[in-house]
């Protein structure tokens, strides 16, 4: 990043010194998310907490704040940067395992145009990530909640992104080097960069077609594990009041628990439909699937593997443009003891009832 930012500091001062300043100032656009939250499950826990998959809205019998977010950018026709800071279950829970010093940090990068006439970019940083349909900012998402292939995959990434848009504007593409699935910091041992590809078409503004990718080591202890990954997503909104959403994930992964070291597998798939009733209010259902038997994403405390179908409906009401109160029933159905009661004991089945306030400045 520092060298990226020489390298952006003498452009400017090649271009035209006494400008750079005035053009940082009038370039920088400030804002801020707040997603407030209070869920109640059928069986809440001792511990307040939802299902070990989810890492969104977390917190169970209690008023909680899922994201807060402060957001500076800045761009002109040349450059661009993003420092946005975060608090909430969210970061609390995601970026559990990152060291403290950025545990708060939902996005920081710079990036510079490589051309003049075409649309093609470098940026370097900690980035969202270039893998799955949804984001871990709410009021981008068609529900309310996160489906469990988004939950399990990157929602952040640190590295070099180089992208690249077509002139009809229907075509994008994006090659990454990375730190490693979902770090800011690589493992211990891990000496190998982790690759990524990003192609997205739009023949409209109706369809959306995307698939994204992921290369990486995940087990440096054992010299080489390597993780491929793949991501397809489709989104259909033929009106402003009707869209449909789907997505299948599917990854491998040598298990070295075991002396032969097999391969295995988890996918995941889910479908939304959201219809507007009028302009401010808005339904939506949703029905997903993950299955990870062999525990590469998921561990599973109290059964072998995850495997789960899920059901959510969703209704939403839009106060103001950027003011969004939401409600949402979702269960779960494991196929064997996945979910843990109050009492401790683990049962096949999940009931969660979910409401939530996003508010945009």
Avoid at 153 to 179: C, D, H, Q
Avoid at 279 to 303: C, H, M, T
Wanted: glycine letters at 8%; aromatic letters at 14%.
């Amino acid at each position: 990043m520092l060298i990226l930012t020489l390298c952006i500091c003498g452009i400017c001062s090649a271009q035209n010194p006494d400008s750079v300043f005035f053009s940082l100032r009038e370039n920088v656009q400030i804002t801020a998310y707040i997603e407030l939250y209070a869920a109640v499950d059928d069986d809440d826990n001792n511990k307040h907490q939802r299902p070990y998959f989810l890492y969104n809205n977390t917190r169970t019998g209690e008023l909680a704040l899922n994201l807060g977010i402060v957001k500076a950018a800045w761009a002109n026709k040349r450059m661009r940067g993003n420092v946005a800071l975060m608090t909430g279950t969210y970061a609390e829970r995601n970026l559990a395992t990152e060291s403290k010093v950025f545990q708060h940090v939902y996005e920081s990068n710079v990036g510079l145009k490589l051309s003049s006439k075409k649309e093609v970019w470098l940026d370097m940083g900690i980035l969202n990530s270039h893998i799955g349909l949804e984001s871990a900012i709410g009021k981008d998402n068609p529900t309310l909640t996160r489906s469990i292939c988004a939950e399990n995959s990157p929602y952040y990434e640190t590295g070099i992104k180089l992208s690249s848009r077509s002139t009809s504007e229907k075509w994008n593409l994006a090659f990454l080097v990375m730190n490693g699935w979902q770090r800011i910091y690589k493992l211990d041992g891990n000496y190998y960069p982790a690759l990524g590809m990003q192609v997205n078409f739009k023949p409209n503004e109706k369809l959306q077609l995307n698939y994204s990718n992921y290369f990486g080591d995940e087990s440096p202890d054992e010299d080489f594990g390597p993780r491929f990954f793949n991501d397809f997503y489709i989104v259909y909104a033929p009106s402003k009041k009707l869209s449909f959403q789907g997505a299948f994930d599917a990854g491998i992964q040598p298990d070295f628990s075991d002396d032969k070291w097999p391969m295995q597998y988890w996918y995941g798939w889910f479908g939304i439909v959201r219809v507007g009733l009028t302009d401010k209010l808005f339904i939506a259902g949703r029905v997903e699937q993950y299955n990870d038997p062999g525990e590469i994403i998921v561990s599973n405390n109290y059964d072998d593997g995850l495997v789960t179908l899920g059901y959510s409906f969703n209704v939403d009401y839009a106060f103001y443009q950027d003011v969004l109160l939401r409600l949402e029933a979702r269960r779960f159905e494991g196929k064997g003891d996945t979910f843990e009661n109050r009492n401790g004991d683990s049962q096949k089945t999940y009931n969660g009832l979910t409401a939530c306030l996003s508010v945009a400045f």
